[in-house]
């Protein structure tokens, strides 16, 4: 059975901690992300990375970074945790398929975290 | 800029009934669509792909069209039943390659 796991299910941090969501898939996948969701915003991409060492921005990366040293090992880090950070974090991956498209998104259960 | 529409406001139907979600895009040059379901507390779950070249694809009980004429896929699902109640989300690939991008998604509810 083909797994996407995310290191917690349930987080909470101080302001200004550094924070980091581990993320981790067992299915060779190239590609992995990082989203958020929030109520009435939806899932925003935050980063994603195409290959080992190899990450891109998504839509609102400000704020966080993430870690690449491993196929398998994808890592979201907030620098600084702030209370705008609280939110639902997904971690996905998915195979690169011919023809430039994506095959499914396998995700994770998610990480509840909140910034107090 | 690109933008995933989806009905914002919740759709109740009665068990039994077909329900059918829409998803409108603009922006984007989709080679394909994908749909998921999400229950709450959860990570989505994959459903149904369709590509460009394809009018219609059905699994079981799902049947989802895509027009990339009038930049529209709708989602239906036939005989529903309460346990399909959730979240369903459309995604299409950024027109930069790798990501997906999300609609906000539309809350399904089936009563008995």
């Known amino acids: 059975d083909v797994k996407v796991t995310q290191s917690s299910r349930y987080l909470v941090k101080r302001t200004g901690e550094k924070v980091f969501l581990e993320c981790v898939q067992d299915?060779?996948?190239?590609?992995m992300f990082w989203y958020r969701q929030d109520p009435g915003l939806g899932l925003r991409l935050i980063y994603f990375?195409?290959?080992?060492?190899?990450?891109e921005k998504g839509d609102i990366p400000e704020g966080y970074s993430v870690s690449r040293e491993k196929k398998e090992r994808f890592s979201l880090i907030l620098e600084s945790a702030s209370t705008n950070q609280t939110s639902m974090y997904l971690c996905a991956s998915s195979l690169f398929g011919a023809g430039n498209m994506n095959t499914e998104a396998f995700f994770g259960q998610g990480t509840r975290l909140t910034v107090v | 800029s690109q933008k995933i529409e989806q009905n914002s406001e919740a759709l109740n139907i009665q068990e039994g009934k077909t329900a059918t979600l829409t998803c409108n895009y603009t922006n984007y040059s989709p080679a394909y669509l994908q749909w998921y379901r999400q229950d709450p507390g959860r990570g989505p779950v994959f459903l149904l792909l369709?590509?460009?070249?394809?009018k219609e694809k059905r699994k079981e009980r799902l049947k989802v069209t895509f027009d990339t004429t009038l930049k529209q896929s709708l989602f239906h699902i036939t005989a529903s039943q309460p346990a399909d109640s959730a979240t369903y989300l459309c995604a299409l690939g950024a027109n930069s390659g790798y990501a997906l991008n999300f609609g906000k998604g539309t809350s399904l509810l089936v009563t008995p």
């Open positions: 990375s195409y290959d080992v060492k190899m990450k």
């Open positions: 369709i590509r460009e070249n394809e």
């Open positions: 299915m060779d996948h190239e590609n």
